[in-house]
């Protein structure tokens, strides 16, 4: 079986125990139309649900029993959902797994509290955990949860940042520090070490799994850089190079700021500077076609494979004396998965 | 000492008390400049700090040391502030307390991330709660603080429904519903509440505090709606007619789309269907002028009142055994000053 085909197979079934769980989360009751049939509709259209099943795998991996780490699994999925509501927003984005985003579906305040309401709802599968996990586990988890939302705000704070000061000597260590905190955290580093507590009891090694966590993650985002720029109209569910109409600083980009000519940059921070809306397809075009000529997609490319490389090495020491399982072999074959994908 | 004299005694008091515990859940750490500094503005222009205070008060009046109540108090100012924000960005309000609002001063994306990151914070201080309270009663304080945090969303997601929608056929009745889920159960039920819990270690009569909480939080809001027709420009901190501008759906408009002729009727409508940007100066004072001829803000001022008189009542029956103390003489005295206070 090939490393895709395991993951896809394996996120099917995490994604089948996740269901009926995160189903149960959403409130079925009042305000419907203005508060809960939005949150049912952005949950609805979920994606991969990478996040839950990265956190569900790692605690059977370790042998337990998955549906132990269902309540942080949810809580992943539901912080995830609110996290994307409020980006789309500070970000103008109308388009999101291939449909109108909240805000462009009902205006902007009703999906400000929409967000909130998930973010909120996100704690909830946390406290109820107690019965499954014990107080002591379950007040560990909610004090690294609150740690991990916290850290990918301030990642968002940092990238929001940038662009409204227009920040162009930016250099991949820059952009390492803010996507360590606005992606990893979440994304790869809590899921891994939840599963891992839930998984032992709290005797895993944490440090290694941070450490796989964060190259696991980078590699995704800067994958995820690379697609925004690669991906047809359509195919990756969002606006097409909608990093380039947001100003994302993404690694591409910092490439570019840093490696072309002067009457280049000059140019290129001026667009930098532009509103959204005053972006221009001929403009966007113009700096996608830059992008092209100065390699910078394909820096991306070779940065996203090189740490992809740094995970697998720290896979193999995270996860030295587990036992071979399905499980443990779906968290290898992410490694491949995140700088393959095409979505 | 007259009623308010007692309140801006303890008022100062209890923000004493609370001042130093909230400063130390604001951290002051990168990033700084885009999120951190934003949280300390925010919260540094806080205002009567009324939502701790009640819940300091309560727990003190119930004979316990009200340091006990410190978490809670601060996690509710905390979210507090995290509203305000957002309501803020959802409202389009450009003053607050007397300054520019925070999306006003640094744009609406990084203000939704500041809201979120005072939001998150809020649950720190529960989180850190268990030294002083043991692991039950925290764990059973922290439900109630996110059942209280879900409600007051659901509240605001009604509003905002309604004025998305203009909704124009309300009675007193819908309104209080409103009321009851958007400002009551964090302004005052869950104040009240958790003093109780800590200062009784959960032994309080919840339901009468619950009912006390009811009237009280109802008879601040429509004095908050008055207030915002009656105070001149500068005096409220806050935009002046705000409301008007806003179309929000208070005691007073209620009052008017009901008792107005039908071609003042048909005239209102069409000016609450306008966008915010859209209402000019002139519309707005007619309204403002039909609310007085109709005497609208009159009848707000007796239903105010009238739920202030039922709150004395339940008061009574919430704090019967309770021993005379300053606490306590704070709390009957918020009856009137809700009603008479003209900030």
């Known amino acids: 079986m090939t490393a895709s085909a395991t993951v896809d197979d394996q996120l099917a079934h ?16 009042e305000p419907d139309r203005y508060l809960y049939r939005l949150l049912a509709l952005s949950v609805g259209r979920r994606g991969k649900a990478l996040r839950p099943s990265i956190c569900l795998a790692t605690c059977a991996a370790f042998g337990a029993d998955p549906r132990l780490c269902l309540g942080p699994a949810v809580a992943l999925e539901l912080v995830h959902d609110a996290f994307l509501v409020h980006d789309d927003i500070q970000d103008g984005s109308e388009r999101r797994r291939g449909h109108a985003t909240l805000h462009a579906d009902v205006g902007v305040p009703l999906a400000i509290n929409a967000g909130d309401a998930l973010a909120t709802l996100s704690f909830r599968p946390l406290l109820d955990a107690e019965s499954r996990l014990g107080s002591s586990l379950t007040a560990r988890i909610l004090r690294e949860f609150h740690h991990t939302i916290l850290t990918t705000i301030e990642g968002q704070a940092i990238e929001l940042g940038w662009r409204k000061d227009n920040v162009c000597d930016l250099g991949l260590d820059d952009y390492l520090g803010m996507v360590l905190r606005k992606t990893c955290c979440y994304t790869t580093i809590h899921p891994l070490r939840v599963g891992a507590l839930v998984g032992t009891r709290g005797r895993a090694d944490l440090a290694a799994l941070t450490r796989f966590g964060f190259f696991l993650g980078a ?6 850089d690379v697609l925004d720029l690669t991906s047809g109209p359509g195919g990756y569910g969002k606006d097409t190079d909608g990093d380039l109409y947001e100003g994302k600083r993404s690694v591409p980009l910092v490439h ?3 490696q072309c000519r002067p009457v280049e940059r000059h140019a290129l921070v001026q667009f930098l500077r532009l509103d959204r809306w005053q972006r221009t397809v001929e403009a966007v075009d113009w700096v996608h076609a830059l992008l092209v000529a100065h390699g910078s997609i394909e820096f ?6 090189g740490i992809s490389r740094a995970a697998t090495e720290s896979f193999d020491c995270a996860f030295r004396a587990v036992p071979p399982t399905r499980d443990l072999e779906f968290l290898a074959a992410l490694v491949d998965f995140v700088v393959e994908r095409s979505s």
Chains 1, 2 share one sequence.
């Open 14 to 29: 995490y994604s089948s125990l996740l269901g009926p769980e995160l189903e149960s989360y959403l409130p079925r009751c």
């Open 256 to 258: 570019l700021l840093a």
């Open 219 to 224: 590699a995704f985002q800067i994958q995820d």
């Open 300 to 305: 991306a490319r070779n940065v996203a494979t």
